[in-house]
């Protein structure tokens, strides 16, 4: 069975801060599919970034950045200079690809989330 | 585009009571999604349709049923609420199963 980990409930940190949101997953399969959504105080979910698990390289959105690395099973996502506007609920998932049988094909497991404040 | 749309945005039941949470999306996605959202739980997927005409269970589906009405629609249906179901719903849909995911509005219900 899949399971996604996020250890940090909660984060508190000061504007222009660099703040790092950890993820570990653990998973039999060998194609697999790694999501970081955020939920604002509206509460709606925001796509943020999808990875596939043959792709290791680490990625650069502004001022969003993602570190993957399968010999630790962990896909961290950092926010550089933190704003207010960042504080929201950052969830990471899982979905295993079309190797794992069919039988959880496509449904995402996630994390519990980390609730990020940011402060003025 | 609306993207995922889903009716009603507040629901407030008495326990046995039914209801039907009604989801749409207008992006021609194959597949769509029920999840539930509970505080420090993260989202716990129900049931899910990968294709039109098929639905399967997922993590958490007792007490509910779905219906895939057509490739834009999948409701989600409680036949008696009871206050365990108390959640925040959330319909996703996707272009094939295991591709990304979005997601609606979600759907605040109160079982009393």
């Known amino acids: 069975a899949q399971k996604v980990t996020q250890a940090q409930t909660e984060i508190s940190v000061v504007e222009k801060e660099d703040v790092t949101l950890d993820c570990v997953y653990e998973?039999?399969?060998?194609?697999?599919?790694l999501f970081w959504y955020k939920q604002p105080p509206s509460g709606e979910l925001v796509f943020l970034i999808r990875?596939?698990?043959?792709?290791?390289q680490n990625e650069i959105s502004g001022r969003y950045s993602w570190n993957f690395q399968k010999s630790t099973s962990s896909f961290n996502f950092t926010i550089t200079a933190s704003q207010v506007v960042d504080s929201a609920v950052y969830f990471c998932a899982l979905s295993e690809g079309d190797n794992a049988g069919g039988t959880s094909y496509g449904k995402l497991t996630f994390g519990q989330g980390t609730i990020l404040t940011v402060h003025p | 585009n609306a993207g995922v749309t889903q009716t009603p945005k507040f629901q407030v039941l008495k326990t046995g009571q039914s209801m039907t949470l009604q989801c749409a999306q207008d992006?021609?996605?194959?597949?769509m999604y029920w999840y539930r959202q509970d505080p420090g739980m993260g989202l716990r997927l129900i049931y899910y349709?990968?294709?039109?005409?098929?639905?399967d269970k997922g993590e958490v589906p007792n007490g509910y049923n779905v219906s895939r009405l057509n490739k834009r629609e999948f409701s989600l249906r409680l036949e008696s609420a009871a206050p365990s179901q108390t959640s925040v719903y959330f319909c996703?849909?996707?272009?094939?199963?295991?591709?990304?995911?979005?997601f609606g509005p979600g759907t605040r219900l109160t079982v009393l």
């Open positions: 992006m021609n996605h194959n597949s």
């Open positions: 998973t039999r399969d060998t194609t697999y599919y």
């Open positions: 996703a849909s996707s272009r094939l199963a295991g591709v990304t995911q979005y």
């Open positions: 990875r596939n698990s043959f792709d290791e």
């Open positions: 349709s990968a294709s039109e005409g098929t639905t």
